[in-house]
């Protein structure tokens, strides 16, 4: 017949794990002081009793996990004591914040570059204005620092520094970086909406969601995220088709023209 010692190292006999106080306290990452705190404030459920021993099962365990990432996250004990006290069990918080993660986690990978005012100078020269750094600031790309400035995106200042040593001034290059900033903006926008009215409506009902659905919405969260690049990419890159032929055959038509207009006069 198993001990207790046995019994904890190899599960009861439905083949769920149960922990004492100090080891669901190890596999979870924390103190029992902060373990017992935290039944205290009545974030824990009951453990089982067995005579004088107390039981943890794996409900426990996750629970102290779902507890220890809504910290992380910047919630309070209180917070979270309400939302497990909103009759969400241990598992379907754990499943709301990976809805949550998947829903606001980063669409950009850009990485931020710093520039010292003697190089930016160099690239820029006389065109390094107040008023080109303040076109900078308000579109929220830069941060001015005593020693120069930090921008949010090393691709875009790299497109930048292109584009001007291509003999665009930089005036013309901020100019058209908001604009195509408030087009983007709309597409952000066009696709938010989309997600929100059509596949988050479950989550904004007043209704508990149910079992399940919360994992179900983050699976199709992480589906759909690639689908809106891929069509966004896929219609800038046609529309340029369309602009570009556009623009090339009116400027060839008015070549054309000025071309005949002369042989005409010489004649």
Known sequence: MLSAVDKVRAGTGDGRREYRVE????????TTRTLRFYRERKLLPPPRKDGRIAWYGEAHLTRLRVIAELLERGHTLGGIAELIGAGESGRDVAELIGLGAAIIAPWSDETPVHLGWDELKATFGDQLTEENTAASIAQGY???EEDGITHVSRRLMDATTALVAEGVPLAIVLEASRRT??????????FTALVREELLGPL??????PPGEAARLTEQILRVRPLARTVTDAQFALAMDRRVHAEYDEL?????EREDGTDGTDD
Do not use: F
Request: net charge negative; aromatic share 0%.
């Open 142 to 144: 830069i941060s001015v």
């Open 181 to 190: 900033q408030e087009h983007v903006d709309a597409i952000a926008e066009i």
């Open 204 to 209: 904004a009902a007043d209704t508990p969601l």
């Open 252 to 256: 060839l038509r008015q070549r054309l």
């Open 23 to 30: 080891e669901l306290a190890e596999a979870a990452g924390i």
